[in-house]
């Protein structure tokens, strides 16, 4: 099981810049799918961006693309999100979670249900 620790969220106004960092343990070994989502009440999780940890090749959704920056430090065992240019729509829990991948199946990047292992959220909100 992937234990995983997201920090960085706060208030920032429009057009402002966040990195939120998550803190990855029990990983190592596997290839996964490193993520990010975010949630706003009465919401399904939206993908927001991913990591193959195989390769490095990144994922965004389109509504971050140019936008956002999702990065892995290995040496660190550190999952990073940097957010420039934010906006109000931006406003939700952000949660980083994991999707372990085997040989022969690979799953979307964005499909929330193949991601077994979650953080707890951090806020991120974002005012006009």
Known sequence: QVQLVESGG???QAGGSLRLSCA????AGNTYYMGWFRQTPGKAHEAVAAIYTGDGNSYYADSVKGRFNI???NAKNT?????????PEDTAMYYCAAARLYSGYVPEWFADNEYKDWGQGTQVTVSA
């Open 10 to 12: 706060g208030s920032v």
């Open 24 to 27: 990855v343990s029990g990983h």
């Open 71 to 73: 990065s892995q430090d």
């Open 79 to 87: 999952l990073y999100l940097q957010m420039n240019s934010l906006k």
